[in-house]
């Protein structure tokens, strides 16, 4: 680790599948806009699946004030799992699709107001979630959600126009199922599009699934999906833009602490927009200010 006597150390993390030009870019974009008087920094870059964690891990151990995902949600997800219970912060550096927790954070978009952010920014404590041993920093969920998530992740092609693509077919093609919902000891049936379970607000592109979530509060929000006319597909997908799908007649919404989900064929769920093969049965429980984070 480079650092410098009497500076705070930030460590840069980057997945190198992102380019090389794409690379070059962000790296004159942070080298010339990190405050030298203020801070020292390093940059370092993911050689594997989950490498973010690790990185991540090892620049708490040796005290680095700060952490910085540069990517998406996937990218962000990993790098917290590392910082999670330390005094280490996340700061975020959004070059992603869908950027959904950095847009629920209110975090700017473009890199070199980010890169400013990270200069002036607060330190914030917010939750994580947790579903069975696996943790998340915004949502996750099963039945549509994860089918969508999984074909995401199996293209080639990135973008809001592909994963509008995605949603459009399979939503014609998609068979709800029932299932059995234990929200804080309370039991429910339901046959759903989808379940899922929240810390942050959205997915991303600004499709908020779950517009009263606080990262900050200690809850977790239930957004369930029952069976709907997939006509009314249109008409859900903007409520959820514009941050109403709780006011739809086919949606519910619950606060929980704990949350528990069950299907016998269940495989499938996905995590921060990752997908995952799965257990039929889900743990979901919530962990209060579990992660600090540079914030406006």
Same mark, same amino acid.
């Given at each position: 680790?480079?650092?410098?006597?009497?500076?705070?150390?930030?460590v840069f993390?980057?997945?190198?599948?992102?380019?090389?030009?794409?690379?070059?870019?962000?790296?004159?974009a942070?080298?010339?806009?990190?405050?030298?008087?203020?801070?020292?920094?390093?940059?370092q870059?993911?050689?594997?699946?989950?490498?973010?964690?690790?990185?991540?891990a090892?620049?708490?151990?040796?005290? %680095?004030?700060?952490?910085?995902?540069?990517?998406?949600?996937?990218?962000v997800?990993?790098?917290?799992?590392?910082?999670?219970?330390?005094?280490?912060?996340?700061?975020?550096?959004?070059?992603?699709? @869908?950027?959904?927790?950095?847009?629920?954070?209110?975090?700017?978009?473009?890199?070199?107001?980010?890169?400013?952010?990270i200069n002036?920014?607060?330190?914030?404590?917010i939750?994580?979630? !947790?579903?069975?041993?696996?943790m998340?920093?915004?949502?996750?969920?099963?039945g549509?959600?994860?089918?969508?998530?999984?074909?995401?992740?199996? $293209?080639?092609?990135? @973008?809001? %126009?592909?994963? $509008?693509?995605?949603?459009t077919?399979?939503?014609?093609?998609?068979?709800?199922?029932?299932?059995?919902?234990?929200?804080?000891?309370?039991?429910?049936?339901?046959?759903? !599009?989808?379940?899922?379970?929240?810390?942050?607000?959205?997915?991303?592109?600004?499709?908020?699934i779950?517009?009263?979530?606080?990262?900050?509060?200690?809850?977790?929000?239930?957004?369930?999906i029952?069976?709907?006319?997939?006509?009314?597909?249109?008409?859900?997908?903007?409520?959820?833009m514009?941050?109403?799908?709780?006011?739809?007649?086919?949606?519910?919404?619950?606060?929980?602490?704990?949350?528990?989900?069950?299907?016998?064929?269940?495989?499938?769920?996905?995590?921060? @927009?990752?997908?995952?093969y799965?257990?039929?049965?889900?743990?979901?429980?919530?962990?209060?200010?579990?992660?600090?984070?540079?914030?406006?």
């Open positions: 680790m480079i650092e410098t006597p009497g500076k705070k150390h930030l993390i980057i997945n190198p599948r992102s380019g090389t030009d794409r690379i070059k870019a962000i790296q004159s942070i080298d010339s806009g990190i405050d030298e008087e203020i801070y020292s920094h390093e940059t870059y993911t050689q594997r699946a989950k490498h973010g964690t690790e990185l991540a090892t620049a708490a151990s040796r005290g %680095a004030h700060a952490v910085i995902a540069v990517g998406g949600d996937g990218s997800a990993d790098i917290a799992i590392g910082l999670a219970g330390s005094s280490t912060a996340l700061g975020i550096i959004p070059k992603g699709s @869908g950027n959904g927790m950095a847009r629920t954070l209110g975090l700017p978009l473009k890199i070199e107001e980010a890169i400013s952010l002036s920014g607060k330190l914030k404590r939750d994580v979630g !947790f579903v069975n041993d696996k998340f920093v915004s949502n996750a969920g099963v549509f959600d994860a089918l969508i998530s999984h074909k995401f992740e199996k $293209s080639q092609r990135r @973008g809001f %126009a592909i994963y $509008s693509w995605l949603v077919k399979y939503l014609w093609l998609y068979r709800e199922w029932d299932w059995k919902i234990t929200i804080d000891g309370k039991k429910i049936n339901k046959r759903a !599009f989808l379940i899922n379970v929240a810390n942050g607000q959205q997915f991303g592109y600004n499709f908020k779950a517009p009263l979530a606080e990262v900050d509060d200690g809850w977790l929000n239930v957004t369930i029952r069976k709907f006319p997939k006509l009314m597909g249109g008409a859900l997908t903007l409520r959820a514009f941050g109403k799908i709780t006011d739809s007649r086919y949606v519910e919404h619950f606060k929980a602490k704990s949350v528990s989900i069950v299907h016998p064929d269940l495989k499938l769920m996905q995590t921060d @927009g990752d997908a995952h799965c257990q039929n049965r889900l743990e979901f429980r919530i962990d209060p200010g579990a992660l600090e984070v540079i914030v406006p």
